[in-house]
């Protein structure tokens, strides 16, 4: 190998190892930017733990210590929580006001269709 071509081999590596720090630099940018997931001060959200029906806008975000303000009564009051503890509220929750949970029962809110398919065969009908 030659002067140039030993030159050319440096220079290249030089490159390849510029390159490979600038990839590095933007994986870790990227790692520390939020995901869309996050959340952000103003963000409306409720407990996962469903203790409330109470919605609470997210005041300030320290590390993992969220704090929140939501009215009660007239009340103002505060939560401090984690990221775990609590999720999104939907747009109809936030209309609302509240948490609009599903019932745990699927069947508490059906409707009867036909209510004659629905009476109990111990039911005597008669003629009044």
């Known amino acids: 190998m030659n002067l140039k071509q030993w ?3 440096k220079k290249i590596k030089a490159e390849a190892e510029a390159a490979a720090k600038r990839t590095v630099e933007r994986v870790l940018n990227a790692v520390k930017e939020p995901a ?3 959340f952000k ?3 409306w959200v409720k407990r996962t733990d469903k203790i409330t029906e109470s919605i609470y806008q997210i005041s300030s975000i320290d590390k993992d210590l969220i704090k929140c ?3 009660k009564n007239g009340e103002s009051w505060r939560l401090h929580t984690t990221k775990g503890e609590i999720e999104f509220a939907t747009p109809e929750e936030i ?3 509240h948490r609009i949970d599903k019932p745990s029962n699927p069947r508490e ?3 009867l269709d036909k209510p004659e398919n629905h009476i109990s065969p111990n039911c005597k009908v008669e003629d009044v």
């Open 95 to 97: 209309a609302a006001g």
């Open 41 to 43: 001060v103003g963000d």
């Open 7 to 9: 030159q050319r081999s």
């Open 109 to 111: 809110l059906e409707t």
């Open 69 to 71: 303000n939501f009215i």
């Open 36 to 38: 869309m997931s996050e």
